[in-house]
């Protein structure tokens, strides 16, 4: 295993980037949400945060300049790295072969929006029984990529990722809180997400106007009693999703107001749910079992 702490590569500071950025001729855009880390300590902590071993494969999402792409093949690790703006894409690899030109076999970038991410055509992780994301996420876009990657790839296994410290609440937020909504309950189908850390303004340029926080994400295995996706009566997940954004879109109405017209009173009974509660105090368990319950007792007139 690689120590982390202990590593000695050169990683990109605020002067590099600046020099990176001018040679490419890019600048931060706000269209994709580009904020780039100046600070070598931070995207060494979020590697370490990771648990990233040179074991691992690594997918990270947005490498902008490269910050933490160095960081991660520092570890000996192997990566892929999807970028949605081609001049960063082209460029990332030249980046790596000046600053680790030992790593440069082990990273391979795809100029992709990776909102649009699949097996099929990023098949780098076909053959991997699990392996993790990593990554410094546009605020913007941040929660669709990470359900839309969950829902892709059956063995993306973990994330820690860095987001807008009021993202990483909600994606961790636990049921009866009041940023406890969508995202949250979505989140915690696949695994158990928690808060790992803060990040400050001033590691970015540009400086964004908001904090940051690190959200460390563990997917369910397949036999974990908390798994609400197996077992006999396990409900599909479109169905689960489809009661959750009925539940929080009238987020103010009992269960029985803002399910009325997808769920029959015999499922709230069967599910051992009063229909009374509303939504944010539901457990992703309590969905999944309401869900189970339409199914046996069909949906509402």
Known sequence: ???????????????????????????????????????????????REAGVTNTDHVMEVGPGLGSLTLAILETGASMTAVEIDPPLAKRLPSTVAEFMPEAADRL?????????VTPDNVPDFNNDESFTLVANLPYNVATPILLTLLERFDNLGSFLV?????????????PGS??????????????????????????????????????KFTRYAANDDANPAVGEAAPDRERVFQLIDAAFGQRRKTLHAALKHLVPAAAFEAAGIDPTRR???LTITEFAALASAMTAHGEAA
């Open 1 to 47: 295993m690689t120590d982390n702490t202990t590593a000695t590569g050169h990683l990109l500071g605020a002067a590099d980037i600046r020099r990176i950025a001018a040679d490419a001729g890019v600048s931060p855009t706000k269209k994709f949400g580009q904020n780039f880390v100046i600070d070598p300590g931070t995207v060494r902590r979020i590697v």
């Open 108 to 116: 391979k970038v795809v100029n992709r929006d990776a909102l649009t």
């Open 162 to 174: 860095m987001v807008q410290k009021e993202v990483a609440d909600r994606l961790a937020a636990k």
């Open 178 to 215: 009041k940023i406890y909504g969508t995202p949250s309950v979505k989140l915690a189908w696949y695994g158990t997400a928690e808060r790992v850390g803060t990040i400050g303004r001033n590691v970015f340029w540009p400086a964004p106007n908001v904090d940051s926080a690190l959200v």
């Open 279 to 281: 939504g944010e105090t």
